[in-house]
């Protein structure tokens, strides 16, 4: 059958194509793809080609399709998945195979399994793994950005503390502790509080730290009720505006320092601020990913020796993870909408992806099935004179805070089409 996406031919070169998919194998599933968000991920394995470790040599013979946070519908199971998937189901899926010890993915390592297209085959490592599962919830986003939103959630579990003269790690962020999220009033930023605000193990403090004013006002106005709410004191300091950004972010603990500090930009001013303010035992989880591969930046080693100071990584969430945000989401708990500030078609995800750093706001949704420029939320009132379409859109999300929701997506599926 033929389908569209955007594929990786090489280096900076994404191409929306038309093409033939070969038909489905036994241990093989077609499905529908319905909604993609982008993510600075997909930007840099556009950029680098076949210099991304996710990537494959031969990109340039058979181009790799774009996109791994999507959700869509099944349209045809092979033989050996009928007794547990079926055509019309909705689905969610967990890209980080790490199948037999490879790094492969959608969206970087495979010719036709990807969530910038129409329609894509998930190959049989996917269903042996367990990573396609079943998705009932209403809206098709929150299945796409419960990837995402895995991250952040697997960030938080990923960290550990340590008591002194014992060796066992006790795993997840301290309980009650003070947590600081830097460089946190971007998308992924933003996913991290939400899930702070509402997980199971919460901070008692939770500064997020940016230097972009207009982005921590959005964050303020998303999360104040809600922290208050939960009873956690929501700190936000833009740290552009202090000569000693350490010494202000530690004056916010009594100068005791953060149990939990993470680092969501891979530059080395946010890795060394992060590590002047850790406290005792304080975890540094280094979220963002560098392109640069001799990345690096200066940690207080002192305070390592001393102060038990530690850190450490994560890159994507696993299975439980993404099951986490999306029964979080399903019991109204989480909205992973505070991370969207744009929607868009399948048209519009090439240039999106190419330019996504000099773009403001935060995730861009892309919808594959339709064409529709980027289209940045808050615009929709003004894109009402031209098209009135927008103004529905517009009236649906002003009901939502100004947020994505259920029923923008149910509007746009109607009344979009290619």
């Given at each position: 059958m033929k389908a569209r996406a955007v594929r990786l031919h090489g280096a900076n070169d994404l191409r929306l194509d038309e093409f033939e998919l070969p038909a489905i194998k036994e241990d093989e599933i077609l499905v529908k793809v319905i909604s993609d968000s982008i993510c600075m991920s997909t930007y840099k394995c556009a950029v680098l080609g076949t210099a991304h470790k996710r990537v494959h040599p031969d990109v340039a013979e058979h181009p790799?399709?774009?996109?791994?946070?999507?959700?869509?519908?099944?349209?045809?199971?092979g033989e050996k998945h009928r007794d547990r998937f079926r055509p019309g189901m909705k689905f969610a899926q967990q890209p980080a195979l790490n199948y037999k010890g490879t790094m492969w993915s959608p969206g970087y390592s495979y010719e036709f399994f990807g969530g910038d297209a129409?329609?894509?085959?998930?190959?049989?490592?996917?269903?042996e793994l367990g990573c396609l599962m079943e998705y009932r919830g209403r809206a098709f986003y929150e299945a796409s950005l419960a990837e995402?939103?895995?991250?952040?959630?697997?960030?938080?579990?990923?960290?550990?503390?340590?008591?002194?003269?014992?060796?066992?790690?006790?795993?997840?962020?301290?309980?009650?502790?003070?947590?600081?999220?830097?460089?946190?009033a971007g998308p992924m930023?933003?996913?991290?509080v939400a899930y702070a605000l509402c997980c199971d193990r919460r901070p008692g403090m939770l500064v997020v730290a940016d230097q972009d004013q207009a982005r921590l006002?959005?964050?303020?106005?998303?999360?104040?009720?809600?922290?208050?709410?939960a009873g956690i004191d929501l700190r936000l300091v833009n740290t552009a505006q202090s000569a000693d950004p350490a010494g202000a972010l530690r004056a916010l603990t009594g100068g005791a320092g953060f149990d939990d500090?993470?680092?969501?930009?891979?530059?080395?001013?946010?890795?060394e601020l992060s590590s002047a303010v850790l406290g005792r035992d304080g975890c540094l989880n280094f979220f963002a990913g560098p392109m640069d591969p001799a990345f690096s930046a200066r940690m207080n080693f002192y305070d390592v020796h001393y102060n038990a100071t530690h850190i450490m990584g994560t890159t994507g969430g696993n299975t439980d993870d993404l099951m986490e945000s999306l029964d979080l989401s399903a019991r109204g708990l989480l909205d992973p909408a505070v991370m969207v500030t744009h929607i868009g078609g399948l048209d519009a995800a090439a240039e999106a992806t190419l330019r996504l750093p000099e773009l403001p706001g935060g995730k861009k949704l892309i919808y594959t099935q339709i064409d529709m420029p980027l289209t940045a939320i808050e615009d929709f009132p003004a894109k009402a004179a031209e098209d009135p379409r927008f103004g529905y859109l517009a009236d649906l999300c002003l009901a939502r805070r100004g947020l994505w929701c259920p029923e923008a997506e149910a509007y746009l599926l109607e009344h979009w089409t290619r």
């Open positions: 790799a399709i774009m996109g791994h946070e999507f959700a869509g519908e099944i349209v045809q199971v129409t329609y894509c085959i998930i190959p049989a490592e996917v269903m995402p939103m895995s991250c952040c959630i697997g960030a938080f579990h990923a960290c550990y503390h340590t008591r002194m003269g014992c060796y066992e790690h006790e795993m997840g962020i301290m309980e009650g502790g003070r947590t600081a999220i830097l460089a946190g930023g933003l996913g991290a006002d959005r964050a303020r106005s998303l999360f104040s009720d809600q922290a208050r709410m500090v993470f680092a969501f930009a891979p530059v080395s001013a946010v890795v």
